[in-house]
């Protein structure tokens, strides 16, 4: 998805910083989210459990960090990265919601 955005911003004129910012902001998430999800999933690994969770809730802030500095500092920037970085995140969303509703239910 972000891939597919790198000619639209450079044919729109947005700039290209806010492609690269969010594509960084998106691998590093990506990054964490699969660290994550290597740790151990079994129902008596309260730890291993509770380590998910607040990764999972701390990611958030791991990006819109980053991307309200940004845009601070140069708002064409900022909002060019958060709103790539918007649509790729509904869209990955979208795409688990449907594989997940749309899996056959496991008896």
């Known amino acids: 998805m972000i891939l597919l955005a790198l000619p639209v911003y450079a044919v729109a004129g947005w700039p290209l910083a806010g492609w690269a910012l969010a594509a960084v902001l998106w691998s590093a998430a990506e990054v964490f989210a699969l660290v994550l999800a290597r740790l151990p999933s079994s129902a008596d690994n309260l730890a291993a459990a509770g380590m998910r969770g607040i990764g999972t809730t701390s990611r958030a802030l791991l990006v819109g960090i980053p991307l ?6 140069d708002e064409s920037v900022g909002i060019a990265a958060a709103g790539l970085y918007a649509v790729a995140f509904t869209v990955e969303l979208a795409v688990g919601l449907v594989a997940y509703f749309g899996a056959e239910a496991k008896a």
């Not at 309200?68 to 500092?73: A, L, P, R």
């Open 68 to 73: 309200v500095i940004v845009t601070v500092s």
